[in-house]
């Protein structure tokens, strides 16, 4: 199985990721899980890059939603 570790601007925030899921555009989440189920919501991101053979994901910051602060 592809278990990938998740990095967010260059820092590790996740490893032995499964599943990863973009929100819609107006949402700019991705929500990650692992293979133990722990779930993780990384706001104001998208995913930058899937890099199957060394088993990376990485993701990146984008602006908040209007309205809407920044949170990770």
């Known amino acids: 199985?592809?278990?990938?570790?998740?990095?967010?601007?260059?820092?590790?925030?996740?490893e032995d990721v499964i599943y990863a899921k973009a929100g819609e555009q107006a949402d700019r989440s991705v929500t990650l899980r692992?293979?133990?189920?722990?779930?993780?919501r990384c706001e104001d991101t998208r995913i930058q890059e899937v890099d199957v053979q060394e088993q990376i994901l990485k993701i990146k910051k984008c602006s908040p939603s209007p309205g809407r602060p920044h949170v990770f």
């Open 1 to 14: 199985m592809c278990e990938f570790k998740v990095f967010l601007d260059d820092e590790k925030v996740m």
């Open 34 to 40: 692992d293979v133990l189920g722990e779930t993780k």
